[in-house]
């Protein structure tokens, strides 16, 4: 038999194997697993194999005796352990046989319980009620059940003890399972906490849809830790958790305080329609479509349809979604979103911005003044306060000049739009100018340095849509700006664009041409020029971006039921 080897520097009790190219490192290790063996030891890789000294060999072989208690202690351990778990099995099994054996009857000579919603339960204290729900959390300890209940109202803390606590139901209960509980709701005792302020001390209940466990249970499909993409195509699960379901909760109360506050502001809502024939924002982003043979696209913005209600229905507004084939994936682009529009009648451009600074402000107080949404607002964005008023104001031009102040650069682009790189392969650094688009990276420092709302104002024309009103001109020379702009929140950017609309035929007429856009189909658009015009302007509002900035989220993919960006849609 060749030796054994034992490379006190490199070698490996774990891995080693004894010889000379995978050495043991300790004697007492190759001296244990060995014992009727020739051995050869090393200091190091330097050193040569020599047969060890007897000393080393009696101390090698205490040790090696020390190493197999340890391996007989650990195989006792595990052997008690071992049965442990066999009898705790053995006894959990003849548990859940007999608990096959109960059979749970709702006690007749009990009060008749009131059915309720979890919402609803707080006037029904010491009272016998009845509420179903799913299993939100799940906690047995001991001869005691503890169920968190979830039914979308609230939640609610059902203690199952007893009997009830014993039926094989009971015993195989899983997140997520729906079940109908009866008993008593009691204020919980002074000290304890609990949804609500109180828990039902369940005296019936039942299993409505049992949901599985083992491998296929909800937490082994769906957790903290799952990867972005498995939590998009489990959106339906993910919906379930408590900050989506406080987030869409928030949505729900924001759009309603919208709606309240622009009614408030004397405008009507109304419908328009998804499926359209015209561009609003440039054909670039639009979904094309076969529309009965003919061409058609999903609405960018129900902006032209607005303006058409406004000489019957004074100023009006629609909470409608846009669509924008984009081919974005920043954490503020969706392709399909929520789009709040407006248009207003008879108004200049300084009437437009007090307008939406307004409706803004007005919408967050109702939000902070009604206890169920300051309370979502408060567990989603702790530290948000109410925006100050006056927003600041800041000119297209004055935003060029500050950004070069602060040494905020942006990436230099060619003719065609391609970033230009250095002889290292960076992008080359260049400061604004006049023309120049202000990108998402540069607006969103801009707004968070200045930490306030800011409305960036007068942009060139040749950065806005055709409709937009031109500024009137002091000289001949120089850019032509508009009467837009921009809403930007810190940690967000823009979360509104406005602009008053060209209000004379032949202007809109010189648009269309410079566009290149064929009047034709927007007849009905032009007449409202033809028909008696007026001074107007209005606005869009992204819902999903407004609610990031409320519930301080860090993508406007989790403000939406179910988000759409380039390469989702599904579920």
Not at 438 to 463: H, K, V
């Given at each position: 038999m060749s030796p054994i080897h034992v490379d006190e520097s490199a070698g490996s009790d774990e891995t080693g194997k004894g010889t000379s190219e995978q050495p043991y490192q300790t004697l007492a290790f190759a001296l244990y697993s060995h014992p009727d063996e020739k051995f050869l030891i090393r200091k190091d890789a330097a050193g040569t194999y020599e047969e060890p000294t007897q000393s080393a060999l009696k101390k090698a072989k205490k040790n090696a005796d020390g190493i197999e208690k340890k391996r007989k202690k650990a195989k006792e351990l595990a052997d008690r352990e071992a049965n442990e778990q066999a009898a705790a099995g053995e006894r959990k099994e003849k548990r859940l046989e007999e608990s096959k054996k109960i059979v749970l009857q709702e006690d007749a000579s009990l009060p008749a319980a009131v059915k309720a919603k979890i919402g609803n339960l707080t006037p029904l204290r010491s009272k016998r009620v009845r509420t179903s729900g799913w299993v939100h959390r799940l906690r047995d300890q001991k001869e005691?059940?503890?169920?968190?209940?979830?039914?979308?109202?609230?939640?609610?803390?059902?203690?199952?003890?007893?009997?009830?606590?014993?039926?094989?139901?009971a015993l195989t209960l899983t997140l997520e399972s729906t079940i109908e509980v009866t008993g008593t709701l009691k204020t919980v005792p002074?000290?304890?906490?609990?949804?609500?302020?109180?828990?039902?001390?369940?005296?019936?209940?039942?299993?409505?849809?049992?949901?599985?466990?083992?491998?296929?249970?909800f937490t082994n499909k769906l957790n903290e830790k799952s990867d972005p993409s498995i939590q998009a195509d489990l959106r339906h699960l993910v919906l379930r958790g408590e900050t989506a379901s406080a987030v869409l909760k928030l949505r729900a109360s924001l759009l309603s305080a919208f709606r309240q506050t622009l009614?408030?502001?004397?405008?009507?809502?109304?419908?328009?329609?998804?499926?359209?024939?015209?561009?609003?924002?440039?054909g670039a982003t639009l979904f094309k479509l076969d529309y009965y043979n003919q061409?058609?696209?999903?609405?960018q913005s129900s902006q032209l349809y607005l303006e058409t209600c406004l000489p019957s229905l004074g100023d009006v507004f629609c909470v409608q979604e846009s669509f924008r084939a984009e081919n974005s994936h920043t954490r503020r682009h969706l392709s399909e979103y929520t789009h709040l529009e407006a248009e207003l009648a008879f108004i200049t451009f300084t009437d437009l911005m007090d307008h939406i600074e307004a409706v803004i402000c007005e919408t967050v107080d109702k939000l902070l003044q009604t206890p169920a949404s300051a309370a979502l607002i408060k567990q989603l964005n702790p530290t948000f306060t109410a925006p100050e008023r006056p927003f600041l104001r800041l000119s297209y031009a004055d935003a060029i000049k500050w950004l070069n102040e602060h040494d905020i650069k942006h990436e230099e682009e060619d003719a065609d739009g391609n970033v230009i790189k250095d002889e290292q392969g960076n992008p080359v650094m260049v400061e604004h100018k006049i023309g120049d688009d202000i990108a998402e990276a540069a607006e969103r420092r801009m707004t968070d340095i200045l930490a306030r709302p800011i409305f960036l104002y007068g942009f060139p024309a040749e950065l806005k849509a055709f409709y937009m009103k031109k500024m009137s001109k002091d000289g001949a020379e120089g850019p032509t700006f508009t009467e837009s702009c921009d809403l930007l929140m810190p940690g967000v950017g823009e979360i509104v664009g406005g602009s008053m609309r060209i209000a004379d035929e032949a202007e809109l007429l010189a648009a269309y041409k410079r566009e290149g856009i064929d009047p034709a189909p927007y007849y009905w658009f032009t007449d409202q020029r033809k028909y008696g015009t007026c001074e107007h302007g209005g606005y869009g509002l992204g819902v999903e971006r407004f609610l990031a900035w409320l519930g301080k989220r860090f993508t406007v993919r989790e403000c939406s039921l179910y988000p759409r960006w380039p390469g989702r849609a599904t579920p």
């Amino acid at each position: 038999m060749s030796p054994i080897h034992v490379d006190e520097s490199a070698g490996s009790d774990e891995t080693g194997k004894g010889t000379s190219e995978q050495p043991y490192q300790t004697l007492a290790f190759a001296l244990y697993s060995h014992p009727d063996e020739k051995f050869l030891i090393r200091k190091d890789a330097a050193g040569t194999y020599e047969e060890p000294t007897q000393s080393a060999l009696k101390k090698a072989k205490k040790n090696a005796d020390g190493i197999e208690k340890k391996r007989k202690k650990a195989k006792e351990l595990a052997d008690r352990e071992a049965n442990e778990q066999a009898a705790a099995g053995e006894r959990k099994e003849k548990r859940l046989e007999e608990s096959k054996k109960i059979v749970l009857q709702e006690d007749a000579s009990l009060p008749a319980a009131v059915k309720a919603k979890i919402g609803n339960l707080t006037p029904l204290r010491s009272k016998r009620v009845r509420t179903s729900g799913w299993v939100h959390r799940l906690r047995d300890q001991k001869e005691i059940i503890f169920v968190v209940l979830r039914d979308g109202t609230g939640y609610l803390q059902c203690v199952l003890s007893g009997q009830v606590a014993q039926t094989y139901e009971a015993l195989t209960l899983t997140l997520e399972s729906t079940i109908e509980v009866t008993g008593t709701l009691k204020t919980v005792p002074e000290g304890q906490t609990a949804p609500g302020g109180h828990e039902l001390v369940v005296d019936y209940w039942k299993v409505l849809g049992a949901s599985p466990g083992g491998d296929d249970a909800f937490t082994n499909k769906l957790n903290e830790k799952s990867d972005p993409s498995i939590q998009a195509d489990l959106r339906h699960l993910v919906l379930r958790g408590e900050t989506a379901s406080a987030v869409l909760k928030l949505r729900a109360s924001l759009l309603s305080a919208f709606r309240q506050t622009l009614v408030e502001h004397d405008l009507l809502e109304v419908t328009p329609p998804c499926l359209v024939q015209t561009q609003v924002e440039g054909g670039a982003t639009l979904f094309k479509l076969d529309y009965y043979n003919q061409p058609a696209f999903l609405t960018q913005s129900s902006q032209l349809y607005l303006e058409t209600c406004l000489p019957s229905l004074g100023d009006v507004f629609c909470v409608q979604e846009s669509f924008r084939a984009e081919n974005s994936h920043t954490r503020r682009h969706l392709s399909e979103y929520t789009h709040l529009e407006a248009e207003l009648a008879f108004i200049t451009f300084t009437d437009l911005m007090d307008h939406i600074e307004a409706v803004i402000c007005e919408t967050v107080d109702k939000l902070l003044q009604t206890p169920a949404s300051a309370a979502l607002i408060k567990q989603l964005n702790p530290t948000f306060t109410a925006p100050e008023r006056p927003f600041l104001r800041l000119s297209y031009a004055d935003a060029i000049k500050w950004l070069n102040e602060h040494d905020i650069k942006h990436e230099e682009e060619d003719a065609d739009g391609n970033v230009i790189k250095d002889e290292q392969g960076n992008p080359v650094m260049v400061e604004h100018k006049i023309g120049d688009d202000i990108a998402e990276a540069a607006e969103r420092r801009m707004t968070d340095i200045l930490a306030r709302p800011i409305f960036l104002y007068g942009f060139p024309a040749e950065l806005k849509a055709f409709y937009m009103k031109k500024m009137s001109k002091d000289g001949a020379e120089g850019p032509t700006f508009t009467e837009s702009c921009d809403l930007l929140m810190p940690g967000v950017g823009e979360i509104v664009g406005g602009s008053m609309r060209i209000a004379d035929e032949a202007e809109l007429l010189a648009a269309y041409k410079r566009e290149g856009i064929d009047p034709a189909p927007y007849y009905w658009f032009t007449d409202q020029r033809k028909y008696g015009t007026c001074e107007h302007g209005g606005y869009g509002l992204g819902v999903e971006r407004f609610l990031a900035w409320l519930g301080k989220r860090f993508t406007v993919r989790e403000c939406s039921l179910y988000p759409r960006w380039p390469g989702r849609a599904t579920p």
